[in-house]
């Protein structure tokens, strides 16, 4: 049996309780304009060559960190009211 609880204040839930609500937030790089070196411009390969070498050696963990990363909590309806009110804490 899977026992569900507050991720925020502990308080015990049930799977179908109306007081279990789901929150998501996902936190992503802002993708913007990119400005290419000079350098860059002249020689696109040598640069995304450079690139490649940069994962290639990056750890991965750190690289998801910067670019992507997911959560995903179970929240009573008190803690739900004050995520809503004050989202960021």
Known sequence: MIRYECDRCGESLG???ARR???KF???AAAGHVELSDD???DPQSELDAVMRQLAE???DEMEDQTY???RFDVCDDCRKK???HPLG
Do not use: H, T
């Open 58 to 60: 990056a750890d991965p």
């Open 83 to 85: 995520l809503i009110a």
């Open 40 to 42: 860059a411009r002249d």
């Open 15 to 17: 799977a179908n309780d």
């Open 69 to 71: 990363r997911s959560f």
């Open 26 to 28: 996902e936190i992503f």
């Open 21 to 23: 609500f789901i929150v």
